[in-house]
């Protein structure tokens, strides 16, 4: 059977739109980005790789306090400043409290100035470390190979990957919120003001210390990266367990209304955040 002009153009427009349908169904399907794919058992295998940093970590306070004086922040003219005011208000017994209100200390004033347990967790592809006292102590580092994010978004804690060299967990941490002090002590510290970058290399020093080695850069209150080592040492005893540290009760005390509920009231504060009176039942 012949087929005419017409025929032959009904058979050519039925061929052009088949030819789209028959291409997109021999195009291979592009995976979903999975940004936290499910563990292996390889995955989980590999943490008994890892050095052990089981066990709940005390920091060496008599270490904190030595480097104040041997080896401090490179301070620029303004910093410094700021920093003997704040010095010379704690001589006089006005101490300015650089951590209040319930907010963290952040990173990496917590790794500094701390003078509260710490536990470390591994996972696949993840490390966290977890503090006591303020409620809000708490880092991800994530070991998994993603890079830090392209969008910035500042957080107390910021952002943290990390990747391991031998048995050295080596941390990279950005996106800080410039609130953020950079504390020498619970009474001398400064807002970085932004643009601080943390790298950090943490290992075994041996069997139950922990050394975290920190290169600080903070281009608006520091002349030059400062590099400090902060002491952890292990306890491994249960009465050193981490317990639940909730900050504002630090503010309140325990009350039993006249319903018989009980309840939290505010303490009065004096000007330097400190207690000054328990209310009257």
């Given at each position: 059977m012949?087929?005419?002009?017409?025929?032959?153009?009904?058979?050519?427009?039925?061929?052009s739109?088949?030819?789209?349908?028959?291409?997109?169904?021999?195009?291979?399907?592009?995976?979903?980005?999975?940004?936290?794919?499910?563990?292996?058992?390889?995955?989980?295998?590999?943490?008994?790789?890892?050095?052990?940093?089981?066990?709940?970590?005390?920091?060496?306070?008599?270490?904190?306090?030595?480097?104040?004086?041997?080896?401090?922040?490179?301070?620029?003219?303004?910093?410094?400043?700021?920093?003997?005011?704040?010095?010379?208000?704690?001589?006089?017994?006005?101490?300015?409290?650089?951590?209040?209100?319930?907010?963290?200390?952040?990173?990496?004033?917590?790794?500094?100035?701390?003078?509260?347990?710490?536990?470390?967790?591994?996972?696949?592809g993840?490390?966290?470390?977890l503090?006591?006292?303020?409620?809000?102590?708490?880092?991800?580092?994530?070991?998994?190979?993603?890079?830090?994010?392209?969008?910035?978004?500042?957080?107390?804690?910021?952002?943290?990957?990390?990747?391991?060299?031998?048995?050295t967990?080596?941390?990279?941490?950005?996106?800080?919120?410039?609130?953020?002090?950079?504390?020498?002590?619970?009474?001398?510290?400064l807002p970085?003001?932004?643009?601080?970058h943390?790298?950090?290399?943490?290992?075994?020093?041996?069997?139950?210390?922990?050394?975290?080695?920190?290169?600080?850069?903070?281009?608006?209150?520091?002349?030059?990266?400062?590099?400090?080592?902060r002491?952890?040492?292990?306890?491994?005893?249960?009465?050193?367990?981490?317990?639940?540290?909730?900050?504002?009760?630090?503010?309140?005390?325990e009350?039993?209304?006249?319903?018989?509920?009980?309840?939290?009231?505010?303490?009065?504060?004096?000007?330097?955040?400190?207690?000054?009176?328990?209310?009257?039942?």
């Amino acid at each position: 059977m012949k087929s005419g002009p017409l025929g032959i153009i009904v058979v050519g427009l039925l061929a052009s739109l088949a030819a789209p349908s028959m291409a997109s169904a021999q195009a291979p399907k592009k995976a979903p980005t999975v940004i936290n794919p499910p563990p292996s058992a390889q995955d989980w295998a590999d943490l008994g790789k890892l050095p052990d940093w089981s066990g709940v970590w005390n920091p060496k306070i008599s270490d904190q306090d030595a480097q104040v004086k041997t080896n401090p922040p490179p301070w620029n003219e303004t910093a410094a400043r700021k920093i003997q005011q704040m010095f010379a208000e704690e001589k006089a017994g006005r101490p300015r409290l650089i951590f209040s209100n319930c907010l963290p200390e952040a990173h990496p004033s917590w790794m500094l100035v701390t003078h509260n347990a710490m536990e470390v967790l591994f996972t696949p592809g993840r490390v966290t470390m977890l503090g006591e006292s303020d409620g809000n102590r708490i880092r991800r580092i994530y070991a998994d190979g993603r890079g830090h994010p392209e969008v910035s978004d500042p957080t107390f804690h910021g952002h943290s990957i990390g990747h391991w060299e031998g048995d050295t967990l080596v941390v990279d941490t950005v996106d800080i919120i410039p609130q953020a002090p950079l504390a020498i002590s619970e009474a001398a510290g400064l807002p970085n003001n932004g643009d601080m970058h943390v790298i950090e290399r943490i290992h075994l020093a041996d069997k139950d210390i922990l050394h975290d080695e920190l290169e600080i850069i903070a281009p608006k209150i520091l002349t030059k990266p400062w590099k400090t080592t902060r002491i952890f040492f292990r306890q491994r005893a249960r009465k050193f367990d981490i317990v639940e540290g909730v900050c504002a009760t630090g503010d309140l005390v325990e009350r039993v209304n006249a319903e018989g509920d009980h309840i939290f009231v505010p303490v009065e504060k004096s000007e330097w955040g400190h207690t000054t009176a328990v209310p009257a039942k």
